[in-house]
């Protein structure tokens, strides 16, 4: 599939709403039916579920909130738990913002693109860098931020409504297709041997941290891997 | 805590132990992104820690699933996850390929083994 350049800030906007009919969103939608149906479970109403998606707009942290609820954590135990997944979206936005940067400094504009900062607009900006020269970068990830939160509430008002009566098989390969995503664009976008390091020390590395370290074992796991990886990285452009 | 309606109560509930908890870290992260240049080592260090925990990100959901991916055995996840790479590269690096062909060789796995 060839993407159409986008050389004006409009086209760029156009394109990243266009970002719905992608097989991202597709995996996003897939994700969100999941979603919605745990939300009822937990005993969320239809509000409940779309005020989550629009103010929070992260998947995981959503589905890790609903769990804490219908387990009837105190509230500040949900929120604690909420904090722990939602800091890896510290070093998205922190990679993140610098890309759509473009000569002076819009901290209101970075603000507003910070919150459709999530592991899928991450990966597709960085898709995308090559393509999208830096002042049609913003409008881009707020078209496809626009799009994407549209496509969450979407899937999760769909899941919330069926309460999932689909077959395990289904279910089983719609939660699979997340990780191949995820797996598959970090594969494409990887551009230098320190991404190729950090992919594979961070595929490596979680399944023992996860044992050794629950809880903290996704940041454990960026941490070192990912500075060992950077170590690696530098050592092996400047050369021996 | 529980929440059975929409009453302003569970909103707030919602808003703190949800979307603040959340958005915090986007806050910080803009804070400390607009000082960074994109050539430089700091950034790429904290690009290689983002890829590293997305990457580990895969590979917990395939080792530790949960729901209905937990009843289909860790050897099947694990096939399908390599059917899904082969198929992504057979069709000259296709996302479409490898995330659907993947997701169907499970799903088929899965079917046959019920």
Redesign the interface.
């Known amino acids: 599939m060839a993407t159409p350049p986008a050389s004006t800030p409009r086209a760029a906007f156009a394109l990243g709403l266009r970002g719905f009919l992608s097989?991202p969103a597709?995996?996003l939608f897939a994700t969100a039916l999941?979603f919605g149906a745990l939300a009822r479970d937990g005993?969320?109403?239809p509000?409940?579920v779309a005020?989550?998606c629009l103010?929070?707009f992260?998947l995981p942290?959503?589905v890790v909130?609903v769990d804490?609820?219908a387990r009837?954590?105190?509230?500040a135990a949900?929120?604690?738990a909420?904090?722990l997944a939602?800091?890896?979206?510290?070093?998205?936005?922190?990679?993140?913002?610098?890309?759509l940067?473009s000569g002076r400094?819009r901290?209101l504009a970075?603000?507003v693109a910070?919150?459709f900062?999530a592991?899928t607009t991450?990966?597709e900006l960085n898709r995308r860098v090559g393509s999208l020269a830096p002042p049609v970068r913003l409008p881009y990830h707020l078209g496809l931020g626009l799009s994407l939160v549209a496509t969450m509430l979407a899937g999760a008002l769909a899941g919330y409504a069926l309460s999932w009566r689909v077959?395990?098989?289904?279910?089983?390969?719609?939660?699979?297709?997340?990780?191949?995503?995820?797996?598959?664009?970090?594969v494409?976008t990887?551009r230098t041997r320190?991404?190729a390091?950090?992919?594979?020390?961070?595929?490596?590395?979680?399944?023992a941290?996860?044992l050794a370290a629950p809880g903290f074992?996704?940041?454990a796991?960026?941490?070192?891997?990912?500075?060992l990886?950077?170590l690696l990285?530098?050592a092996a452009r400047r050369g021996p | 805590m529980t929440l059975s309606e929409d009453g302003f109560g569970g909103y707030l509930a919602l808003l703190l132990a949800g979307t603040l908890a959340t958005q915090v870290w986007r806050w910080i992260g803009v804070a400390v992104g607009s000082r960074l240049d994109v050539g430089g080592e700091p950034f790429q260090w904290v690009r290689a820690v983002a890829t590293a925990l997305v990457a580990g990100m895969v590979t917990r959901m395939i080792a530790f699933p949960a729901g209905a991916l937990a009843a289909v055995p860790l050897g099947t996840r694990l096939a399908a996850f390599a059917g899904g790479l082969a198929l992504y590269v057979l069709f000259r690096r296709s996302l479409a390929a490898g995330v659907l062909g993947g997701a169907l060789l499970l799903a088929l796995a899965a079917q046959a083994m019920r």
């Open positions: 097989v597709a995996v999941g005993g969320l109403t509000g409940h005020f989550l103010t929070m992260a942290n959503q909130l804490q609820l009837n954590e105190t509230l949900a929120a604690l909420v904090t939602a800091m890896r979206l510290l070093p998205m936005t922190v990679t993140l913002v610098p890309l940067r400094r901290p970075e603000t910070a919150h900062v592991i991450w990966i077959p395990p098989p289904v279910t089983a390969a719609l939660l699979f297709t997340t990780p191949l995503y995820f797996l598959l664009s970090l494409a990887s320190m991404d390091l950090a992919i594979a020390l961070g595929c490596l590395l979680s399944p941290l996860h074992d996704l940041l796991t960026g941490l070192v891997g990912g500075s990886a950077f990285g530098r």
